[in-house]
């Protein structure tokens, strides 16, 4: 592989990750922003606790710093907040929040200025999906939490820009749109039309996902549960 770009697209088209892991190990320690980037999204796709995801932060960061104009770089500061969003201090969660969305809205205005160009429509789709969990995570997180932490909750993620499941919908089914061939955004959506009380459109999503998607794909069987459970 003689590119990071070629490694990405090993990888997020074709699904080959041990084939970009290998060639961004081979190529080491480089200042290419493109590199920087592949290494963070890879890295972000493993197990990682809170110091791995600080490492891919860094990564993401190194590679917006050389490239601020690469989408990939954003894409790469993106999933390194959100990875680390999990396992951070809570004093830091909603400067990492806020981190994520302002790198997933950068990236997809970058790519946006580059349309027509196939790279930045796969960097576009993922950057539409991980929008779309972002406002899915926090719209959600109140319900996830005891009745008595709910105004405490409330009140830490006041800083953020708001947040709500008709967005999560909408940035889902942008993301569809961007790629119909890749059903998967509708497991997603219908997730969020069940919170939105709107079970015949997820009972539809659920039930094209299925008609749509290859017979390995890891996301039927969540798909199979929530269509019996409507």
């Known amino acids: 592989v003689g590119s990071a770009r070629a490694a990405a697209l090993l990888w997020r088209r074709d699904g080959d990750a041990r084939a970009a892991a290998k060639a961004a190990e081979a190529r080491g320690d480089t200042a290419d922003a493109a590199w920087l980037a592949l290494r963070a999204l890879l890295k972000c796709e493993g197990e990682l606790d809170a110091a791995g995801a600080r490492d891919a932060l860094e990564l993401a960061d190194r590679s917006v710093r050389a490239a601020p104009e690469?989408?990939?770089?954003?894409?790469?500061?993106?999933?390194?907040?959100?990875?680390?969003?999990?396992?951070?201090?809570?004093?830091?969660?909603t400067a990492?929040?806020?981190?994520?969305?302002?790198?997933?809205?950068?990236?997809?205005?970058?790519?946006?200025?580059?349309?027509?160009?196939?790279?930045?429509?796969?960097?576009?789709?993922?950057?539409l999906g991980m929008l779309g969990d972002w406002h899915?995570?926090?719209?959600?997180?109140?319900?996830?939490?005891p009745f008595f932490v709910r105004p405490a909750?409330?009140?830490?993620?006041?800083?953020?820009?708001?947040?709500?499941?008709?967005?999560?919908?909408?940035?889902?089914?942008?993301?569809?749109?961007?790629?119909?061939?890749?059903?998967?955004?509708?497991v997603s959506l219908a997730r969020t039309f069940i919170r939105l009380d709107r079970k015949e459109d997820a009972k539809a999503q659920l039930e094209a996902f299925l008609a749509e998607a290859q017979k390995e794909d890891r996301l039927r069987g969540d798909a199979e549960k929530m269509l019996q459970e409507l």
């Not at 390194?80 to 004093?91: N, S």
């Not at 008709?166 to 569809?176: G, I, N, S, V």
Request: aromatic share 4%.
């Open 70 to 93: 690469l989408p990939e770089a954003l894409l790469a500061r993106a999933a390194a907040a959100g990875v680390l969003r999990k396992c951070a201090p809570r004093k830091e969660r």
């Open 96 to 127: 990492l929040a806020a981190m994520q969305r302002e790198a997933c809205e950068a990236c997809v205005q970058l790519c946006d200025e580059a349309d027509g160009n196939a790279d930045e429509l796969l960097t576009k789709h993922s950057a």
């Open 136 to 145: 899915h995570g926090l719209a959600d997180l109140p319900s996830k939490v």
């Open 153 to 186: 909750i409330r009140k830490a993620l006041a800083p953020l820009p708001p947040f709500s499941f008709e967005d999560a919908a909408r940035h889902y089914q942008h993301q569809l749109d961007l790629q119909p061939s890749r059903p998967q955004p509708r």
